[in-house]
């Protein structure tokens, strides 16, 4: 079965510009708890590899190195912050129609007043072995 | 007192053997699997140490019915009281020596199953590996695995599919489907044999030992034979399918000297018996497989191959299929036969069907290679190059692009 990498960045979606912080604490909470159930449903379908969220864009840092010198470390907040990832899920699935209809719903996560917050998700194959040569 | 890999060994053989006995005995798979797989568990974890009983088989089957009690006990209150005071009764001494390794193998492999949820559970109940081994082998995490073989098993539940062997007329359907699932793991295995990851080529080693099960409960049927031939003659070029880096290795320039004679003469002499006792038309896809396998393997240098036989067994195995992935080694056996415009000349046919997909580019670029078109070439290899899905494959056609663009040489 084919595993897709399923990820998001802090793009607000087309539902909601709102940042989390100015959430009501119940929509934050139904956020959060849909997340858990989404991946409880995951484990549950036999789909589940992995979900993560990473560390926000403060806590980010970028380094470039010519492997000589010492390495520039640049650290974030970065004005394109909104491109940064924000955190990813893995599944294992039969099909990548399977793939997009777990985005759609992790798309659909629901925001302020509960309303989909329709952020952009990026599905992308993640390399496999090679098939037979005969 | 036994090593232990002697154990493990004995371990995967009886696995199958046990489930049969208590299934046969209490009618319910799921259950029964489970408590197998405890007994399993604790034999592993015993005999090593403890040595090996004088009556394995005996062993496995008491800790199993001891397990299963145990687990009907603590459902009590969900399960009428008959039922539980059946399982009280003590097991009886005497064992029916027949083995069920196959009915399992037909039952795990049962059409209403997804691919994946018959590879799972087949490993666990007829190749005896625990949750954990399947689920490293495939790379997901142990709850995962567990959910998809719990799932597969309530599936088979709700077909209620008897516990015995197909009858006559759904019986080729369904051995397509066993011999489908044991070609699946196989390719996990192989397929994946590139760099170190030791787990899955595993893999491909168990589903051969299932084939040989298979092959050793039906002797007579050429297609379990050809699968078996088929693995043994793809698994004898293991060794020389990578370089040193993990890098791919096509087969025209494997260092052939590294391929396992051993393998090849088991392999060549099963194909050979198996299409020998079939009719003239009666080949199977899996024997037409292995005997290109076998064409390759018995050519000690590559321009000893056979290409006039390779193509006319393309042919056969083309329209027994009508597989667009067959028609590109067809193409390609074509090219070696008639010259590259002819290869060239098939793709064109197949086009259509395979568009957007990068075995068709690769193999386009390879035959434009061959042809001399070298610009071409290039373009072709770096469209495989950006669809594939496979990280060695990938980086051998974004080699083989550069090799090309830069004017290198092979």
């Known amino acids: 079965m084919p595993k897709y990498m399923l990820l998001q960045n802090y793009e607000g979606g087309a539902g909601c510009d709102i940042p989390m912080t100015e959430w009501t604490p119940e929509d934050i909470t139904a956020h959060i708890e849909f997340q858990h159930v989404l991946n409880r449903e995951l484990v549950a379908n036999g789909e589940f590899v992995e979900a993560q969220g990473l560390s926000g864009p403060e806590l980010a840092k970028k380094v470039v190195s010519d492997g000589v010198a010492a390495p520039v470390v640049t650290d974030g907040p970065f004005p394109e912050a909104k491109e940064l990832l924000a955190g990813y899920r893995v599944v294992d699935v039969e099909s990548e129609a399977r793939a997009i209809e777990i985005a759609a719903k992790i798309s659909a996560a629901p925001g302020p007043g509960g309303v989909p917050i329709q952020a952009p998700v990026e599905l992308r194959q993640i390399m496999g072995a090679p098939t037979i040569e005969s | ?410």
């Open chain 2, 1 to 410: 007192m036994s090593t232990e890999p002697r154990v493990e060994d004995l371990l995967r053989a009886l696995a199958p053997q046990v489930l049969g006995v208590l299934v046969r005995r209490y009618g319910d798979f799921t259950a029964a699997e489970d408590a197998v797989q405890e007994a399993l568990l604790a034999a592993a974890t015993h005999w090593p140490d403890g040595g090996v009983p004088d009556n394995p088989r005996g062993w496995l089957i008491q800790a199993a019915v001891r397990k299963l009690t145990d687990q009907y006990r603590s459902d009590q209150a969900r399960r009428r009281r008959e039922d539980v005071a059946a399982l009280r009764e003590p097991p009886a001494g005497d064992v029916p020596d027949r083995d069920d390794t196959l009915v399992l193998l037909f039952l795990c492999c049962h059409p209403a199953l997804t691919p994946a949820s018959a590879v799972a559970l087949t490993l666990r109940a007829v190749g005896g590996l625990t949750t954990a081994e399947i689920a490293n082998a495939f790379l997901v995490p142990e709850a995962t695995m567990a959910q998809r073989i719990s799932r597969a098993k309530l599936k088979i539940k709700s077909s209620g599919e008897p516990f015995r062997m197909p009858g006559d007329a759904e019986r080729a359907g369904r051995l397509r489907s066993v011999l489908h699932v044991l070609y699946l793991i196989f390719n996990e295995g192989y397929a994946s044999s590139v760099g170190d990851d030791l787990q899955r080529t595993e893999l491909a080693a168990e589903a051969i030992r299932l084939a040989r099960l298979a092959h050793r409960m039906l002797p007579a049927d050429g297609e379990v034979a050809g699968l078996l031939a088929l693995m043994l003659l793809t698994d004898a070029r293991r060794a020389a399918r990578t370089n040193a880096e993990g890098g791919l290795v096509p087969l025209a320039e494997q260092d052939r000297r590294l391929w396992d004679r051993e393998l090849i003469r088991e392999g060549v002499a099963l194909v050979t018996a198996a299409v020998a006792r079939g009719t003239a038309g009666s080949m199977g896809e899996y024997q037409a497989q292995a005997a290109i396998a076998a064409a390759h393997d018995i050519a000690l240098r590559v321009e000893d191959t056979d290409w006039p036989q390779i193509l006319g067994l393309y042919g056969i195995l083309e329209r027994m299929t009508g597989n667009p992935m067959v028609s590109l080694n067809r193409a390609v056996a074509a090219a070696m036969v008639h010259g590259p415009r002819a290869g060239l000349d098939l793709l064109d046919a197949v086009a259509d069907r395979l568009a957007g997909h990068y075995r068709l580019d690769a193999v386009r670029g390879h035959l434009l290679e061959l042809a001399g078109e070298t610009g071409a070439a290039v373009e072709c290899y770096r469209a495989a190059a950006a669809r594939t899905t496979s990280l060695p494959e990938q980086q051998y056609l974004t080699t083989q692009a550069a090799r090309l663009h830069t004017g290198q040489s092979r």
